[in-house]
């Protein structure tokens, strides 16, 4: 517990599989992941590489129909495959939280953002109703919520898309977790807004040390936050380097049609696209 | 040829102080109010040119594309097309009229109806605006999907059947079946994959080149815009805050609304990410972590 460096979250061999109505289906295929504590890992990945399901995997979110097999799953050298279903709920949603990316979808609309944020306090850390809500206003003031004792008593629609994933943030960072899985925080939101949540986010990865695993479509995010990086393609990992390396001189083919792909990389009157790739390396 | 044309030198679209106000009505613990949209804005678009909006969500962008594809009527200013004013509050806007400007919409799984076949999408423009024999309605919409990048086999296929690539690509087709002037682009490419994005911008391009098109499109991604636009109008709460071309805009923004979404944009430049990581690196050893 004492070590400040090491592996937080280590996977190796995972595989997801789909039982369809057409028979079974493989979004996930032998992955390895791995986070030290305290790191940001990004993975990218465009639709249907398979980037959210292997983290859902992780934080059994995935329905009955998804078969989860891997050689290892530990979170802090514990073993997470012989974890019972009590052991694993402590585990999930107090030291690994998760955010997704429609904010607005993932707060309950009946109830006040306050309400929703006080709930995990009293739920994960046994806090009294009094002593949760005045950590959900101090929770309100890290996330830089404007005027905290007006909005925690905001219903989800009265709220911007940014303020939302700010609650969703405060939610998430409640019980001071030691890794955040971050599922396309930003996709939903505008580009000024998206560069405040990434700042707080990497504000809040770099004050409470925690692990942070960003998953993502955008290579721009990529670059502005992530230590390292994997990439996927149909369930399959491409490519898995540090985040210099990978922009300076990516390895694998798809890698270097997405950078490629990047409108401003374009050099001539046409875009690249990733089957120009895959032809030229006969792939 | 075409410098005989009289009216070869005017824009095909042009706006003129154009307002848009919505009324939001009032209920019995609130008065009504005005919500001024858009808030006098002009704009030229010369024939075969790209001028793209950007903003962010809620700056009115795309009320001023509904306005330009004369969809919603603007509450004040005028609306020139070919050099001629449209006002479709008082004259509902004709078959040539519709034939001239035509629209693409931001999400492809919204935009196309899911028990229509994509051979009767693309025939319905022909069917409503015009007089084409059935025969010939099939053919040109066979012809349209081979120059979208699709096949002919797909005429008889539903739109859940193709990925959001190929429904832009459907849905771009359906807009080009009447042989527009002008394109109005709604964000065409902010539900794509990245790779699928670069597919449809080129297509756009070559789209472009091939029937001389002229686009006005609608983007919050200053990549995107940078790639494809000739001019740029930058809009924030239903102001235009700055105009230009795209080399002078991206050059040297002016407006500080402009330089604000340009410090947002994330940088993927190798030098920037150097910078970062050992930026970080410095804060992590004079910092350790707790």
């Not at chain 1, 934080?59 to 012989?82: E, F, H, N, Q």
């Not at chain 1, 599922?183 to 942070?212: N, R």
């Not at chain 2, 605006?129 to 066979?142: G, I, L």
Request: hydrophobic share 40%.
């Amino acid at each position: 517990m004492t070590n400040k460096t090491g592996a937080l979250l280590t996977i190796k061999n995972l595989t997801v599989k789909f039982a369809t109505a057409t028979g079974s289906f493989t979004a996930v295929d032998g992955i390895d992941v791995h986070v030290d504590r305290g790191e940001v890992l990004a993975i990218v990945g465009e639709s249907g590489s398979g980037k959210s399901v292997s983290m859902l995997a992780v934080m059994g979110l995935l329905p009955d129909t998804a078969t989860i097999t891997a050689d290892v799953m530990t979170y802090d050298g514990r073993d997470m495959l012989k974890m019972s279903p009590a052991e694993r709920r402590k585990l999930i949603g107090r030291e690994i939280t998760m955010i997704f990316q429609e904010p607005i979808a993932s707060l309950n609309p009946s109830f006040t953002v306050g309400f929703q944020i006080e709930e995990v306090l009293r739920l994960n850390l046994g806090m009294s109703r009094r002593d949760a809500h005045q950590r959900a206003l101090e929770l309100f003031r890290a996330v830089g919520i404007p005027e905290p004792e007006v909005k925690i008593k905001a219903y989800p629609h009265q709220m911007s898309g940014g303020q939302s994933q700010r609650v969703m943030i405060a939610m998430a960072i409640a019980t001071n977790p030691r890794l955040l899985i971050a599922d396309e925080p930003t996709t939903a939101l505008d580009v000024t807004i998206q560069k405040q949540i990434l700042d707080l986010l990497m504000k809040l990865q770099e004050d409470y040390g925690m692990g942070l695993i960003l998953i993502t479509h955008d290579m721009g995010v990529v670059a502005e936050t992530a230590d390292r990086v994997v990439v996927q393609y149909k369930g399959k990992k491409m490519e898995e380097a540090d985040v210099l390396s990978l922009f300076e001189s990516p390895q694998h083919p798809y890698t270097r049609a997405l950078l490629s792909a990047l409108p401003e990389h374009a050099t001539g009157d046409r875009l690249p696209t990733v089957s120009d790739f895959f032809q030229q390396e006969g792939a | 040829m075409p410098d005989q044309n009289p009216a070869a030198g005017t824009p095909v679209v042009e706006g003129r102080a154009i307002v848009q106000d919505y009324r939001v009505p009032g209920s019995m613990f609130a008065k009504g109010k005005t919500v001024r949209a858009l808030n006098g804005i002009d704009f030229k678009v010369e024939k075969g040119k790209t001028l793209a909006i950007v903003g962010e969500s809620g700056s009115g962008k795309s009320t001023l594309a509904r306005i330009i594809a004369l969809i919603d009527a603007p509450s004040g200013g005028e609306l020139l097309i070919d050099g001629e004013v449209v006002d479709i509050h008082r004259h509902r806007p004709g078959p040539a009229l519709r034939s001239k400007v035509q629209m693409v919409f931001q999400n492809p799984y919204g935009s196309l109806n899911p028990r229509q076949k994509v051979g009767d999408v693309l025939m319905e423009p022909l069917i409503i605006n015009t007089k084409v024999p059935a025969a010939e309605r099939r053919e040109r919409a066979e012809a349209m999907l081979k120059k979208v990048g699709l096949q002919p086999e797909h005429f008889n296929r539903y739109p859940h059947m193709f990925s959001g690539g190929q429904r832009q690509r459907i849905a771009i087709a359906r807009a080009l079946m009447l042989n527009p002037q002008l394109l109005v682009l709604d964000e065409p490419v902010s539900a794509l994959d990245l790779s699928v994005q670069a597919q449809v911008l080129n297509l756009l391009a070559d789209l472009q080149d091939e029937f001389d098109l002229t686009y006005v499109f609608v983007s919050h991604d200053l990549s995107v815009v940078r790639y494809i636009a000739d001019d740029v109008m930058v809009i924030s709460k239903g102001v235009a805050v700055e105009q230009g071309t795209r080399e002078a805009l991206f050059a040297d923004p002016q407006h500080p609304y402009t330089r604000s979404l340009f410090a947002a944009t994330p940088i993927t430049d190798v030098e920037a990410i150097r910078a970062r990581v050992a930026r970080r690196k410095a804060t992590r050893s004079a910092q350790p972590v707790a």
